[in-house]
């Protein structure tokens, strides 16, 4: 076959049909055909033994470009960018894909350890934000490290990378701009246009808008013209080392990013000192001085200014540079004040080590706030008391919006399984901004012990239960004040009787050792969980608000941990594996239906090895009805691998009770002979909670040491849990041991310096405590020497700590602080926020986050907050409007502490 010549691009097509569909692709985007050779090889015309087909295939596959060949750069060259551009738009979607998403979660979310995520229902936003730069960062140094080695393996060998003057003249007598340039530097300059083309539609509609957004897009469109026109200009020998200068401090800052995002500290740090000292060698520096100096200067030497061209090169090359070298000027001044904040933090880097370019996304959240802050003020000036004329089954005293929504549960489609007992809230715009008033006669609650015997009529008065349960002594009524006996259904002669028994049957229960939280099912009024206090145990208590009218309210008026929740079609706001007991004394939860749907949701949040306590009629009564719900119930405890461990009657009370024990590892469901229910899908998260409906099937136990039970109380409350791992990255930067250990002494330091001893707390009248947000459990820990209980709320906003804090023998639930809370009005004694109101208000009113404050708050009791003074400047006036008492505040480090105390005004009522 004649040799084509050097100059032509040879397209080996198999076929006529293949020539003639490059000719019209060629044609499409407007390239001369004169400029390709096609050589159509159909093999089918070749004998099959001649082997002339084979030889040219053969041929054709030794093939190879000629990177050194020079040719003048065309117009028509510059066709490869877009092509570059669409190849580097799928690179990037796979990698972000298959690769960078897998790798973020790993390093940013550490699935394997501590802070589990609720990745189906409540994604962390602050977490998923930095998964999505840490994705842009990792394409960014897959990037820019490529560029920066093809931009040194090219310029390497070539005498214009030491000495700038060769930028205009050789090799032998070429004089710029009669230059030509070499295909392999041809092809780099498409390359970095197609990427500079594609990142301007990246920037436009993919990545994460940011602060200096206008500047990035001015940087991109400017070096895609210096490309270009440099290109045309034959101008590529001095752009390649601009290019390659431009790319190297890149890598660094790349590098430090996706570190710091990762967690590091030490490595963050190193990049962002290496970045800034290449930055002002290369882009300050070398850049002006070397790169500009020969463009501006040198480039006269042979430029011919008579020609019309001349002029025109020169002066809108250097026009573009210069405007280059402003934009490198304003980033180092970004730069600079980065490297003052270092000093400052004593070399700790930022969330991102350029972050004053990447705070776009929380100056937005910051107007956010502040547009909410000015509606906030505005709506406070005026409130009025809530009366409910409209409302025909809700005292206003006793109103929770979200279980009292008698607009949704008027349209409710089915009542079949509680529906109407589960949270139902009011939008935003329909919730009531009113005061919920006090009951008459309202008085400050008695303090416990005693509380846990009686509590005051006028505070909560129902005495329905006093007749209706009259027999059970439950409750009685005595004058001004409710009396709790101690008694029960199933506690004839009293709770404590009933306590000792359970540890009878079953010593290794080992009261307040080895059981230590426990979740009370249809607790009534809530004497199970009040008893146990005294051998060390924490119940979570709960009921649904039904006809047995405010039990929960009672419970809570007495000191018990107890919220309103029904076992209905939606998960407990729980995670998964982390009760030591569930205890059910005549709870009316049907667990044998719908499958046993009911006692997989018990299997869900009971710790691997953990018992269920159950004493109801099914276990101790002979009749047709109870032996056939003992029968199907322990149908479904044998499906669910449960072994029962002893059923066992009293004969002084004639009660009984039945202990099953949950399987310890997976080898019972591994060997069970039917598959029903269904092992979960890998997808379905068990720690999902929050409007997660339930779900048939069963969670299989974590293979991890999380699996293991705790130490014994009180050895666990300061125990690091043995499966927080140092390679997950912790709620403040650090390993997750480290913080974990670091956030328990900080709350001890503050508990015993600030709270227990600088504020003015009456801590004998403290009972019923709310942490808001309450991170690894420290606060409530540090309390633990107290008269106290504190329910810790974990935001579904936050990263997921519950099992931490049930792991330390704490007690606790998720919550989204943009809805009111499921507990009765007055419930708790004092309420902490640390650096809830800041995170909360981008996205939420303060009013009505403050609003439900001060519904759940008793009257005298406290609120301590802890946030920016920006933030506690506008709750401070929110808190004045409605009464309540500002005790102090303290500004240290841009963070203030603000002490309320909230009183017993109530304003005039309205409809």
């Not at 230590?516 to 608000?545: E, T």
């Not at 920006?870 to 009464?883: A, D, G, W």
Request: aromatic share 12%; glycine share 6%; hydrophobic share 40%.
């Amino acid at each position: 076959m004649p040799q084509a010549p050097s100059n032509l691009l040879i397209l080996r097509l198999p076929s006529d049909c293949s020539r003639h569909m490059y000719t019209s692709i060629l044609e499409l985007v407007n390239i001369p055909l004169h400029d390709f050779l096609f050589a159509a090889h159909d093999v089918e015309s070749h004998g099959a033994g001649s082997g002339g087909g084979m030889d040219q295939v053969a041929e054709w596959m030794q093939w190879r470009p000629d990177w050194e060949k020079e040719s003048y750069t065309e117009h028509r060259d510059l066709v490869l960018m877009p092509v570059f551009a669409l190849v580097f738009l799928s690179v990037r979607f796979l990698l972000d894909s298959f690769i960078f998403e897998r790798l973020g979660k790993l390093f940013i979310f550490g699935f394997s350890g501590s802070c589990k995520k609720r990745l189906s229902e409540t994604e962390n936003d602050a977490d998923y934000k930095t998964l999505g730069k840490f994705k842009e960062s990792a394409w960014k140094f897959v990037y820019y490290s490529t560029a920066e080695v093809l931009a040194i393996a090219i310029t390497y060998n070539e005498p214009w990378l030491t000495d700038t003057k060769q930028f205009w003249v050789g090799p032998n007598e070429q004089r710029w701009p009669d230059q030509k340039t070499k295909l392999k530097l041809k092809l780099f300059y498409a390359f970095t246009g197609g990427f500079y083309t594609y990142s301007i539609f990246a920037l436009l509609f993919w990545e994460t808008r940011r602060k200096d957004f206008g500047v990035s897009m001015s940087h991109h469109i400017a070096t895609l013209f210096l490309i270009l026109i440099s290109y045309i200009a034959r101008f590529p020998r001095a752009g390649s080392i601009i290019l390659a200068l431009h790319d190297a401090s890149d890598v660094f800052l790349e590098i430090g990013k996706l570190t710091k995002y990762c967690g590091s500290e030490i490595v963050p740090s190193i990049a962002f000192v290496i970045f800034a000292l290449s930055w002002v060698i290369l882009r300050l520096i070398y850049f002006p001085f070397y790169i500009i100096w020969s463009t501006s200067y040198e480039v006269l030497q042979v430029l011919d200014k008579s020609t019309a061209q001349g002029p025109w090169l020169y002066y809108s090359l250097n026009s573009l540079l210069i405007s280059l070298l402003v934009l490198h000027v304003y980033w180092w001044i970004l730069i600079y004040r980065m490297i003052v904040k270092q000093v400052e933090a004593r070399g700790k880097v930022s969330d991102d080590v350029r972050s004053e370019e990447e705070k776009g996304e929380e100056e937005e959240e910051q107007k956010v706030l502040d547009e909410n802050v000015k509606t906030d003020i505005k709506g406070v000036q005026k409130w009025k008391t809530c009366s409910f004329k409209s409302f025909k089954d809700v005292d206003a005293h006793a109103y929770i919006p979200c279980l009292d929504n008698e607009n949704y549960l008027d349209h409710l489609a089915t009542r079949k399984h509680y529906e109407h007992r589960e949270r139902h809230c009011p939008s935003e715009e329909d919730l009531l901004k009113c005061l919920v008033p006090l009951p008459a006669g309202y008085k400050p609650h008695i303090p416990w012990p005693a509380s846990r015997n009686e509590v005051w009529y006028s505070n909560v008065p129902y005495d329905n239960l006093a007749s209706y349960k009259a027999d059970q002594n439950w409750v009685k009524k005595k004058s001004d004040k409710l009396e709790f006996p101690g008694g029960g259904t199933q506690f004839k002669n009293g709770v404590g009787q009933y306590i000792e028994y359970l540890e009878r049957i079953w010593p290794e229960i080992s009261w307040g050792k080895h059981t230590r939280v426990l979740l009370d099912v249809g607790c009534g009024v809530a004497s199970f969980g009040g008893y146990l206090f005294d051998r060390n145990v924490l119940a979570m208590s709960f009921a649904p608000k039904d006809e047995h009218e405010a039990q929960v309210q009672m419970a809570l008026e007495r000191g018990i941990p107890a919220v309103s929740a029904v076992m209905g079609t939606q998960r407990l706001v729980f995670p998964s594996n982390v009760f030591d007991v569930v205890h059910c004394a005549r709870c009316r939860v049907p667990w044998h239906a719908d499958g046993g749907l009911l006692l997989l949701e018990l299997n869900r949040i009971l710790r691997p090895g953990g018992l269920f306590v159950w004493s109801a009629t099914p276990v101790y009564q002979d009749d047709e009805i109870s032996q056939k719900l003992w029968k199907d119930t322990i149908a479904v405890t044998e499906s669910i691998a449960w072994k029962m461990l002893i059923r066992n009657s009293d004969s002084s009370t004639s009660i009984g009770a039945a202990i099953f024990q949950k399987p310890k590892d997976n080898k019972l469901y591994d060997s069970r002979k039917e598959e029903s229910p269904p092992i979960c899908r890998d997808n379905d998260n068990p720690d999902a909670a929050w409007y997660v409906r339930m779900t048939p099937c069963i969670h299989r136990i974590p293979t991890t040491a999380h699996s293991k039970w705790p130490a014994e109380w009180p050895m666990r409350l300061n125990n690091t849990p043995a499966w927080l791992s140092k390679s997950d990255k912790g709620l403040y930067g650090k390993t997750a041991p480290e913080d974990f250990e670091a956030d328990a002494l900080h709350w001890k330091q503050v508990v015993q310096k600030s709270y227990l001893g600088d504020l003015d707390i009456d801590w004998s009248t403290m009972r019923n405590i709310m942490d808001m947000k309450a991170d690894y459990g420290g606060f409530a820990a540090a309390l633990i020497s107290q008269p106290v209980w504190v329910m810790n709320i974990v935001p579904i906003n936050e990263p997921d700590t519950l099992p931490i804090i049930f792991d330390r023998g704490l007690i606790g639930m998720y919550h989204d602080w943009c809805e009111p809370h499921s507990t009765y009005p007055r419930s708790y004694d004092l309420l902490h926020a640390n650096h809830l109101l800041g995170s909360i208000s981008k996205t939420c009113k303060l009013e009505n986050l403050l609003l439900e404050m001060d519904r759940i708050l008793r009257p005298d009791g406290w609120a301590i907050f802890r946030d920016e003074v920006k933030v506690l400047n506008v709750v401070q006036e929110i808190v004045k409007s409605l009464h309540w008492d500002v005790k102090q505040m303290n500004t240290k480090k841009g963070e203030e502490i603000l002490a309320v105390q909230k009183r017993f005004w109530r304003p005039h009522a309205s409809t």
